[in-house]
């Protein structure tokens, strides 16, 4: 099974080796190498179509083509002053989004020349993260200081809501019915939010924890928070080495995931069906997990050093 649209599978992974890989998601086979020789990955995201990927780095985004033969970045978009340590794709593929430690959320559009952003939204803090509404309005990101920010991009406006005062809102995410508001802090924390009211001008936005929010998930740094495409679950990765899934409706740890080799895990997504994981590591590797039996089922090694950031995306994985 090649990893390209053409059979619905597409795996790529992004690291501290200044590389990125993209994989047969069903054999473990690395497909093709393309070279990111400017800094590491900070995060990797694909548009819809499943063409092209998105390359976060440091001052940078590089877009790559899926299926193209070449090993070098098609375009970047530049002006960001320290890292971008977050970044993805509008809905139907007109512009991308990204968060950077300068404390900028952008929007870049991909139907101009231009590799400046047209708009933004400066705080006065590191951020963290970015994730977008699947209302294809309201971009949310979370800064160092324990801030999310709710962004109406027709209006200009923002509202904020603080988790936990001073600690970094690491990773988060909306599921797919736009519901819920999920983010991992520094300290390990799992907070779970019902949103609703996401008005023209958030007048009505309402962030409420759900009744057992928050959890502490992991004893130590959390590094990524993901919900499954069906918003039952919630899967969380950390610096301690595991990967857990926890229940949507009252954060009940459901399984942990552990492998004697896994070092810390920066990222985890669920396959569509709910019956895997695949997971990115600090050890090189990254893992294809079944979720029945939180038994390792695949190993994509290749890697010379971190695997911290990946793109996963699937009709169904065997």
């Known amino acids: 099974m090649p990893s390209s649209p053409g059979n619905g599978v597409v795996l790529a992974t992004g690291g501290y080796d200044h590389t990125i890989r993209f994989w047969s998601a069903a054999s473990g086979v690395c497909c093709r190498t ?8 900070n995060a990797l995201a694909l548009n ?6 998105a390359a976060a780095g440091y001052q940078h985004i590089r877009l790559y083509e899926v299926n193209s033969p070449n090993n070098q970045h098609d375009h970047s978009y530049e002006g960001v002053s320290k890292n971008v340590v977050g970044v993805g794709f509008q809905q139907d ?33 590191p951020l963290s993260c970015a994730t977008l509404h699947p209302n294809q309005s309201h971009l949310l990101f979370s800064d160092q200081n324990g801030n999310i920010y709710v962004w109406d991009l027709r209006t200009e406006k923002s509202h904020k809501i603080c988790p936990d005062k001073g600690t970094n809102v690491v990773s988060l995410d ?38 057992s ?33 926890w229940k949507t409706a009252d954060l009940s740890l459901v399984s942990t995931f552990r492998d004697e080799k896994q070092r810390w895990v920066w990222d985890a997504m669920f396959s569509l069906d709910n019956e895997h994981l695949i997971t990115a590591s600090s050890d090189g590797m990254a893992r294809l ?9 695949r190993e994509y090694a290749g890697h010379q050093k971190a695997v911290t950031a990946m793109a996963f995306a699937d009709s169904t994985v065997n």
């Open 289 to 297: 997990w079944s979720v029945k039996d939180c038994k390792v089922r």
């Open 48 to 53: 819809s179509t499943k063409d092209l990927l």
């Open 34 to 41: 393309v070279q990111h020789p400017d800094s590491q990955v």
């Open 174 to 211: 909306v599921d797919p019915d736009g519901v819920y508001l999920a983010c991992v802090t520094s300290r390990g924390n799992l907070f779970v939010y019902s949103i609703s009211g996401l008005t023209l001008d958030l007048s009505e936005f309402k962030a409420t924890p759900t009744n």
């Open 213 to 245: 929010s928050p959890v502490v998930a992991h004893p130590t740094y959390g590094l990524k928070v993901r919900f499954s495409p069906d918003s039952t679950l919630v899967v969380t990765s950390s610096a301690d080495k595991t990967v857990k899934i």
């Open 93 to 125: 593929g007109r512009w991308l989004y990204s968060a950077g430690e300068d404390g900028s959320a952008r929007i870049w559009d991909l139907r101009t020349t231009a590799t400046s952003s047209q708009k933004m939204n400066q705080v006065n803090c």
